[in-house]
């Protein structure tokens, strides 16, 4: 994170609010450490939004009084208004954002801002803070895998008539419309989007309550605090809510699927842009040059997606490792699990919001992917297939293609190519109409059942795809 001016830097002081247990201060290098206050300051908002629930609720049983409640209202307001305009002084020797806000309001407001921290921990204060980021975060993502599925949507609409070679082992398989293979990340995308639904679920669950572990000894009302921070429910257990991240480690499994999902199709947009593919353009705005080969455009960004991927599952197996060993409850390890997470926040919605634009920009060549089809053989199972309907068994049937193509590879010509005389010779079953099938048309069109990548179901799957999003976005 970049140094800011309003940050003060470690100084050899003792005005933590612990500080009266100790003989002598922390030094300057040990502040640094074990402070978080560099990168938890962006909780800022979330931890102002948990204080005025939790005072509200201090002040409704009757822990504060009335005046002590507005005290902390207006003083509150007044420290998010500071660091939204830059102002507020982030001190690294209040070690993390909780303190700094909370020094801030006891100078503004004196002893009000004393009693806010009555009845809760910032072990619990930082488990809800972070769940009230995550939970914005997801909302955020969410509907950029929408715009991002809109994209695809819009992309493999104006593809369903468009053929190319399906691929298997990267070698030319069958062939298959666009707009079908397209379709396929629209389906990963829709899995992600409900994974992180279901993960948005364990996310909005209340830990404060639990104070520093055990709960306590105050007369709180933990559901008038859930209400007011619009929480699903309370955590059941104040052991578990004080140290659980699981469902930030589920947030970046889900993320990282994420990623990995979109690391994919930048390795076949990368592959579809090199001359020797020739299939697609990506728009210039996403590309770079070579500084030393004029005629390079090289895919910067996809490139760029598949790298961080690298970093996001990264993160995942970084957290997985920080909760392995912790015994209950909350350990100060456990402030190691933001900068991952932010990060992994940070790297997904930059990369779904470039990727949606990217969709939009790209210019296709349908008739380099035909001919890239037309290349490879792809009716060769076509031809098996018609045989096998005949009465040929698969097995002799693949033989004889087999020989077929064999002999067409020989003469450089597809098996389209060949005269009827020619193909008969590898089987007296085949016919004129042997031609409906070998063509490239013939072979899509005969896949035509839900799943399958005949345009009329492509179209079909694109229809269902546009129901699925706007039932979501409506909700
Ligand atoms: N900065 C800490 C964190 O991020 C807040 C909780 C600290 N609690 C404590 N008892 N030291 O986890």
């Known amino acids: 994170m970049a140094a800011s001016k ?262 076949e947009l990368i592959l579809w842009m090199s001359p020797s593919f020739g299939f697609i353009e990506l728009a210039d705005r996403f590309c770079t040059g070579s500084s030393i080969m004029p005629q390079k455009k090289n895919p910067d960004v996809p490139e760029l997606v598949r790298g961080k991927t690298g970093r996001v599952n990264g993160h995942l197996v970084a957290l997985l490792t920080l909760m392995k060993a912790q015994p209950l409850a909350y350990n100060k390890d456990n402030q190691e699990d933001k900068e991952p997470l932010f990060d992994t926040v940070d790297t997904l919605t930059d990369t779904l919001r470039i990727y949606a634009d990217m969709l939009t920009g790209i210019r296709v060549n349908p008739l380099t992917m035909r001919e890239a089809a037309m290349r490879g053989y792809a009716t060769a199972t076509d031809l098996a297939d018609y045989l096998t309907k005949k009465g040929l068994p698969f097995r002799e049937a693949h033989e004889a293609v087999a020989q077929a193509v064999r002999f067409a590879a020989e003469s450089g010509r597809d098996l389209s190519a060949l005269a009827l005389p020619e193909l008969q010779k590898f089987s007296p079953l085949i016919d004129a109409e042997v031609f409906c099938v070998l063509t490239l048309e013939g072979s899509i069109d005969s896949r035509d059942h839900i799943g399958g990548t005949a345009p009329e179901q492509t179209r079909a799957a694109i229809s269902r795809a546009r129901e699925w999003i706007d039932s979501r976005e409506t909700r």
């Open 6 to 267: 309003n940050i003060i830097t470690p100084v050899e002081t003792s005005n933590s609010p612990w500080s009266g247990r100790f003989s002598e201060p922390v030094s300057a290098l040990v502040q640094r450490y074990t402070a978080s206050v560099g990168f938890d300051r962006r909780l800022a908002d979330y931890d102002i939004q948990g204080s005025l629930a939790h005072a509200q609720m201090l002040s409704a049983v009757g822990i504060i009084n009335v005046d002590d409640l507005a005290a902390i209202r207006h003083g509150l307001g007044q420290i998010r208004e500071e660091i939204r305009n830059g102002e507020f002084v982030w001190r690294t020797e209040l070690e993390d954002v909780h303190l700094n806000i909370e020094k801030r309001l006891t100078a503004l407001i004196g002893d009000a801002g004393k009693r806010l921290h009555t009845a809760r921990s910032r072990n619990d204060q930082v488990a809800t803070d972070i769940r009230l980021y995550l939970r914005d975060s997801i909302d955020g993502i969410l509907s950029l895998i929408h715009r991002m599925q809109h994209a695809l949507l819009d992309l493999a609409g104006k593809h369903t008539n468009t053929v190319m070679p399906g691929f298997t082992h990267l070698q030319v398989a069958q062939p298959v419309v666009f707009g079908h293979h397209l379709m396929a990340y629209f389906e990963m995308l829709k899995r992600d989007a409900e994974r992180l639904t279901d993960c948005r679920k364990r996310v909005n669950q209340l830990p404060l309550g639990a104070a520093a572990l055990a709960g306590t000894s105050y007369p709180i009302s933990r559901e008038m605090v859930a209400k007011q921070l619009e929480f699903d429910s309370v955590c059941e257990n104040s052991l578990d809510a004080v140290s659980d991240r699981d469902f930030a480690i589920e947030f970046c499994a889900a993320a990282a699927l994420i990623m990995t999902h979109l690391s994919r199709l930048s390795e």
